[in-house]
């Protein structure tokens, strides 16, 4: 069957590296598009993609792509589609639709028009429709359009794979699990070295990578949408089930983080314990400009600091915008400075929509990788650390 996993953009070749890793497939049978990949692959896929994929924001079955040019083509191609093979009259569903350069002058109506073709087909066959549910559908079907085509899909996910299940407590604009492992992946973390998150919140970044280091599958802890769907086999979901409980094992290498407000590191300590990976992930209270290196052997930094559209940066805990825009100094030009005097060794990778951020911090980058959080478009840049500033180095010494 044909899938397709949307992802957040500029993760796509991320995703499909993940993708490849899980299922083997590649060359036709996977193909990166804008905002997810396409693949050739099994119902068992689907599951094991749920599962374990950390960078997918659904797993969707293709049902159908058709040509459209008004609302009338859309009741057509839904009507046509075998909706009584995957799920039945008993079960309420949810069509929800996006659509990008469509002549539809309303997607309210084309919704409405594909919801009355799938409720036609069940009431011709059997004399019984289902119902609609909008707040907690059993089956949720997904519509595309495009300027001249419409891709009807099924969910198999249920609620958004960034919900993992653990993270019960967050704090204002908390970071979606799916970036975090995409920030994790861009940065080339293989567990082998240690992870420090100086502005950790409700802990996302460093759960999400004590539970890489530890082999726990991102989707051990939650239902899924397909165990609703007729194609659903108890015995073989089981199966991929047991075989993850069983690939877990103990983390050989240490995972920190640390916030300046001591609420969020409750939060991040509690889901942490939800998450498994109590004994594999360190927080602590701290200010960023002020805590050392949590390690004596030089890691990597991986930092979502709070920023513009989120919320304002922050360093002495109740003092964020006074502090951004005080006298004593810029929050990045003071972090820049504290990391080169007290982590030279280390990799930092920062996430941010400032796109001159390197200038403002007064370092080189030496990457700089697209990815958006959420509809904010941001760059991600990886700094190598090194003692004094450039500049510094370049002067000879005093007499």
């Not at 051990?220 to 993850?244: D, K, S, T, Y």
């Not at 998450?275 to 930094?301: C, I, K, N, S, Y």
């Not at 929050?331 to 007290?342: E, R, S």
């Amino acid at each position: 069957m044909t899938l397709f996993l949307p992802c957040a953009a500029g993760v796509e070749d991320l995703l499909a590296d993940e993708v490849h890793g899980l299922t083997g497939l590649q060359g036709e049978d996977l193909q990166v598009g804008r905002g997810g990949v396409l693949l050739q692959a099994r119902w068992e896929d689907a599951l094991r993609l749920n599962l374990h994929s950390r960078l997918a924001q659904r797993v969707l079955v293709q049902l159908s792509y058709t040509p459209y040019r008004q609302e009338a083509d859309l009741y057509e191609a839904a009507r046509a589609l075998p909706w009584e093979d995957w799920f039945t009259t008993r079960q309420r569903f949810k069509v929800e639709i996006t659509a990008q350069h469509s002549p539809l002058k309303s997607l309210n109506f084309a919704a409405l028009k594909i919801k009355d073709a799938v409720v036609d087909r069940f009431r011709d066959r059997s004399g019984v429709r289902p119902d609609v549910d909008t707040q907690r559908p059993d089956v949720r079907l997904y519509a595309h359009l495009d300027a001249g085509h419409c891709t009807l899909y099924i969910d198999t996910s249920g609620e958004p794979l960034f919900k993992r299940g653990w993270r019960e407590d967050k704090g204002e604009a908390p970071l979606k699990e799916t970036l975090a492992a995409a920030m994790l992946a861009a940065s080339g973390w293989d567990a082998q070295v240690p992870l420090y998150d100086p502005c950790c919140g409700s802990g996302t970044i460093a759960i999400e990578a004590a539970q890489i280091a530890c082999g726990i599958a991102p989707g051990l802890q939650r239902r899924f949408g397909f165990e609703r769907l007729l194609p659903f086999e108890a015995a073989a979901w089981r199966g991929l089930r047991e075989a993850a409980l069983a690939a877990r094992h103990a983390s050989t290498v240490t995972v920190h983080g640390s916030d300046v407000a001591f609420r969020m590191v409750d939060f991040a300590n509690r889901n942490a314990h939800r998450a498994g990976v109590a004994e594999a992930v360190q927080f602590r209270g701290g200010d960023a400009l002020q805590r050392l290196p949590p390690t004596d052997t030089p890691g990597l930094m991986l930092v979502n600091p709070p920023y513009g559209e989120r919320i304002e940066a922050a360093g002495v805990a109740g003092r964020g915008r006074e502090r951004a825009q005080s006298e004593d100094g810029d929050f990045f030009v003071q972090l820049a400075a504290h990391w080169k005097k007290h982590y030279a060794g280390w990799t930092a990778w920062v996430l941010t929509p400032d796109l001159k951020l390197p200038t403002r911090m007064r370092l080189k980058e030496s990457r700089r990788v697209p990815m958006w959080n959420g509809p904010i478009e941001c760059r991600l840049f990886r700094f190598d650390m090194v003692a004094g500033s450039a500049r510094v180095r370049e002067k000879p010494p005093a007499p």
